[in-house]
């Protein structure tokens, strides 16, 4: 069976590359890589997405998305991809889509539109220092003080926690409970007195975080859904980012460079492509 998407999509996909022609050109990229402040430059692509309603394509048209199809949606991450466009953001991908299914009416009017403009953006608060692939192991805690919860806890690797507003948090909340029926699932405001972020820097120059929380009173409507309920909307939000982890365009944009360097001439005048072995290996990558 022969697949062919719809020309619908590919009329979508079409315009996508014209707008990123435009506002993703190698100049572009050029000046954000020499950026003291990418975050702040790539943010500003993204508002320009959420002009378009792009951002958040996926979303249904009640919550100020376009519900595109599976198709157009695939395109679109396939074409921002392949030039390395930043596109989605925990926001749009897990915050959004578990605040609709399971939120109140006051969480989803005061986040989704802010969401959807770009104007806010998610840290994940969900690593800590004994609880990373067993992430039901973690042990930040979450007390019920009145009208409030008061948080205390470390979380590491926290990466957007030094750029961004707000923090998706999974907090245990019932240490007696199973491990994976006592944690509960938070809205956190990161400019709230008692949170200090610290960073972490790679080998690599990247930065991550680690994340003190001493005495941190939220307010109890920052709980999303139920108490003790929240292992379940952390994996119903993780369904979301699954989706869009991977694509082929990636891959080929890297093996596309690969051919351009194998073409070009050396100071010898001999091309890379023209070696026999360098030929047969790129023809086996391209296959």
């Known amino acids: 069976m022969e697949f062919r998407f719809s020309e619908q999509a590919l009329a979508f996909e079409r315009e996508v590359d014209d707008f990123l022609a435009v506002e993703w050109s190698p100049e572009v990229r050029r000046r954000i890589d020499a950026s003291p402040d990418r975050y702040a430059m ?83 608060g969900y690593t800590e220092p004994d609880a990373g692939t067993d992430l039901a192991s973690l042990q930040l805690r979450a007390v019920r003080d009145g009208d409030d919860y008061v948080l205390n806890g470390i979380k590491r690797f926290t990466s957007a926690a030094h750029r961004a507003e707000y923090v998706w948090l999974a907090a245990r909340t019932d240490p007696s409970a199973p491990k994976h029926r006592g944690i509960s699932m938070f809205l956190v405001d990161l400019q709230t007195p008692g949170i200090t972020v610290k960073p972490i820097w790679t080998m690599s120059g ?82």
């Not at 199809?69 to 959004?96: C, K, M």
């Not at 460079?257 to 391209?286: C, F, N, Q």
């Open 42 to 124: 790539e943010r500003e692509f993204r508002r320009k997405l959420a002009d378009k309603g792009w951002l958040t394509m996926s979303w249904p048209r009640e919550y100020g998305g376009q519900e595109r199809s599976y198709e157009e949606q695939y395109l679109f991450q396939e074409a921002l991809n392949y030039v390395g466009a930043p596109g989605a953001t925990v926001g749009v991908q897990q915050v959004g889509p578990t605040l609709m299914t399971y939120g109140t009416d006051e969480q989803k009017a005061a986040f989704l539109p802010r969401i959807a403009q770009g104007e806010i953006d998610f840290a994940l």
């Open 206 to 287: 990247i930065r991550t975080n680690e994340v003190y929380w001493e005495d941190v009173r939220v307010p109890a409507d920052a709980l999303v859904g139920e108490e003790n309920r929240g292992w379940y909307y952390a994996a119903h939000a993780l369904d979301f980012e699954r989706v869009s982890i991977f694509t082929v365009s990636g891959v080929r944009a890297v093996f596309d460079a690969l051919m351009g360097w194998a073409g070009e001439e050396g100071p010898d005048g001999s091309r890379p492509i023209d070696d026999a072995h360098v030929s047969r290996t790129l023809a086996d990558y391209k296959v």
